[in-house]
């Protein structure tokens, strides 16, 4: 079985930083694409970052120059650094991942969620 759990997340102040890391564990084959979405209340899920297995990175315009989504892949991690928040930013941040285990099962999985609430 194959899980994501993520770390990090809590309050900041508007114009903070913080830092939110994602692990995949279990029978991993492989890891096609790793990277974030979030929810806030009312709000469809949005893509926030995307890293692809290639390492190019994909941004909503909306974070663009102020987060940076970075991949380790040897220790099948993801991380979302943000800077610069701002109230707009608070939400539910998703960690998704789209895995091969050993017995060959294709799964995009999510991460249990981790709240980010920014201040003004």
């Known amino acids: 079985q194959v899980q994501l759990v993520e770390s990090g997340g809590g309050l900041v102040q508007a114009g903070g930083s913080l830092t939110l890391s994602c692990a995949a564990s279990?029978?991993?084959?492989?890891?096609?694409?790793m990277g974030w979405y979030r929810q806030a209340p009312g709000r469809q899920r949005e893509l926030v970052a995307r890293?692809?297995?290639?390492?190019?990175?994909v941004y909503a315009e909306s974070v663009e120059g102020r987060f940076t989504c970075s991949r380790d892949n040897a220790k099948n991690m993801v991380a979302l650094q943000m800077n610069s928040l701002k109230p707009e930013d608070a939400a539910v941040y998703y960690c998704n991942a789209a895995i091969v285990d050993k017995s060959g099962r294709y799964s995009s999985l999510w991460g249990q969620g981790t709240q980010v609430t920014v201040s003004s």
């Open positions: 279990g029978s991993i084959f492989s890891i096609n694409f």
């Open positions: 890293v692809l297995s290639g390492g190019s990175t």
